[in-house]
């Protein structure tokens, strides 16, 4: 599950793209025009994936494609499948 990083509460706006910079600030972009909708600004960790979540909300998840070779060995390639759980 997702953890939320920071509440921003974005509307589900039709026809706009939400983005997250490299310094964690999120831009709203449409066509050729971009607007900064959140200037905080943090650290992001190294090895997670941040997003917009379905609030509206800055979150983020454990980036698969950074786990340590041990336990990538445990999913299935390039999911978060179990590698023992069997397919239906």
């Not at 971009?34 to 992001?44: G, I, L, M, P």
Request: glycine share 6%.
């Amino acid at each position: 599950m997702a953890e939320v990083v920071l509440k921003l509460g974005l509307p589900p706006l039709e026809g706009f793209l939400y983005f997250v910079e490299r310094d964690c600030t999120v831009w709203k972009h449409q066509g050729s025009a971009k607007e900064c909708v959140s200037d905080k600004t943090f650290e992001r960790d190294e090895g997670y994936l941040y997003f917009i979540d379905l609030n509206g909300d800055l979150a983020r998840l454990p980036d698969p494609q950074k786990r340590d070779p041990e336990t990538n060995a445990l999913f299935r390639p390039g999911t978060q499948v179990s590698a023992d759980e069997s397919s239906d």
